[in-house]
Structure formats: structure tokens, C-alpha cells
């Protein structure tokens, strides 16, 4: 099969020819269909401090089609299409008591295989796609569940007044949750306006460009200080400008997972009570409340997908998303 791997280092990814995968117990092999890029694939290969590591396959937004089982796996058959929760589990240290298997202490694997032709994954992370969604769908499961963990965490309550920081990926979702979990008017921000309708078709009353008069301009479009704001950048800076918008024992919430140190002043945030808290990760409830509700919501999620590449394309692809440009979700194809 064809794969793709990052050689350390920020060396680029090249795409190499492996051995076909077969599925151990308890496993099931995927015909991968569909990948996303995510902005964790370009940081991860960068070569910084946070990295994937020398020989590592990756790709964790994808779905695909079973084409074999391993020994004892009943809960799946031959032809089934899944998207794939791609942390897996021990299921007993203290971090996996809290169903999230991004916090696993002692993982044994990983399910991070989305960039190849074939993956082999354990049963216990895939998610049986209903027959209205699509694969182009079922890619979108995770990066829709961050969001809807996040905004889960958020505690909206009907009405709240929401800040979202950013215009990527997880953004958008935040944006498309919050409205569907009840809150009331909803302002994005964001460096420039390029995600300005995509946003408001998330779900968006008003999009804010950061500038010296933003406070007053988000307040006067929420009619009043927000209750939430969630960061979802990453980028240093972000978080203290959170925390500038919250309200009075307002939520911040951390979704930007920023891998650098972004200093903040403690006294600002307490001042006003403020809540900070920093999420990572999902649970399966995320992955299969998604699959079931997703063609129920008041958008079409596929909206953020811009391109779609083949994997032959991957290396120029991340390259190309490195710098400047015009896509918001790129789909890779493995056929």
C-alpha cells in the first residue's frame, strides 16, 4: 500500500510503499476513502519541540470501508463504512475513567493511519456511518467532535452570549454547536475576513476583525459582555485576549492548543472571576452523537471542505499549507 510518512526532523513527508496491514484480534482493516489535513499535521511536522517523530505514518481525520476483520470482532462486518476516533486506549488508567482517550496514560497504540491506502485499526474506535452520510462526511466526525467536546465543556446555557477567536477548522465547528446547543447571538473574530461568510453560514450573527476598537464593537453586537469565549487559535496572545473579552465570571475555553508559552496577566482574568479551562481530545459519545445527528444540523458541515488532493499530493499539499492561502479544509483521496 501506499503510505504517507514524516521523516523527523521538519524534513518533508514523502509517500512510500509498505506492506499491506492485516488485522490482528479485536482489529478491523479500512480501505481508507478520505483524509483531512489538520493543522496539527503541519505543526507536528515542522520539526519543532511538539512532533510526530522520524518514521511516523499520520492522519487522524478520515473514514473509509471495512475489508477485513481480525479474530473476535462481531460488532462489524465486510463493507461497513466508519470514521475512526484515532487515539486508542488501555481503558483503565485514571485518564481513561474520563472516556477520553486522548488522556490515556498508558496507550497502547495509535490509530493515526489516515494517510495511507489501508489502515488497521481497532474495532473499539471505529464508528459505524449511518446510510444518509457519506465518507466525505464520516472525515469530518473528528474535527466536528474537538468542537462539540469544547462547547460541551462550555456549559452554554439558552442565550448565552458568545465570542469565537478564530476562523479555522475547529472555529467554525465551535460556531456550528453553540448555535445548536442554544446560544443566543454569536460574534467571530479573526485577523482578516476571509472566513467572514462561512462563519456566518456556521451559524455566526457577526463577524469582527481584531483592531483597537474591537471591545466595544463585540459588545455592541452581542448586547453586552459575552458569557463564553472560546480560543481557537493556538497562537500566543490569543488567550489573554480572551480572557480581555470575558465578562464577569465568564468561560473561557481553550481549544487552540498552542505549543508555545502564552502569557497572561492573572490578575485581569481574576478581576472578573473569570473561568479558564483548557480542553483536548473527545469521547466516543462525541464521535457517535455526530454520526447520527449530523444531517440534522441547520448547515451542511461539508461546507468548510475547499479542495480535495490526492495523496501523491499530500507533501506539496502541507508545503502549499504552510503559507498564504485560500483553503480552509483540504480532503485527501486515497483512490
Known sequence: MKAAIYPGQGQPVVIETLPDPEPAPGEVLIRVSRCGICGTDLSMTKGAGWDFGAGSQFGHEYAGEVVALGAGVSTLAIGDRIAVLPSVA????????????VLCQASPGSAMHGFAELARVPAAVATRLPSVLTLTDGALIEPMAISLYGVKHARIQPGDKVVVLGGGTVALYAIYWARRLGAGRIVVMSRTARRA?????????????????????VREALGGVPDVVFECVGAEGMLGKAILHAGPFGRVVSLGFCTSPDPVIPALAS??????????????????????????????????????????ALPETMAMLRGPNEETKVHVTMT
Do not use: W
Open 90 to 101: 488501555c481503558g483503565e488508567c485514571p485518564g481513561c475513567a474520563h472516556q477520553n482517550n
Open 197 to 217: 461568510d462561512l462563519a456566518l453560514q456556521m451559524g455566526a450573527d457577526r463577524f469582527i476583525p481584531y483592531g483597537s476598537d474591537e471591545m466595544g464593537e
Open 271 to 312: 478581576y472578573k472571576c473569570v473561568n479558564v479551562q483548557f480542553l483536548v481530545g473527545y469521547s466516543m459519545k462525541e464521535f457517535l452523537y455526530i454520526a447520527d445527528q449530523m444531517d440534522k444540523g441547520h448547515v451542511d458541515p461539508k461546507a468548510i471542505v475547499t479542495s480535495t488532493v490526492p495523496l501523491t
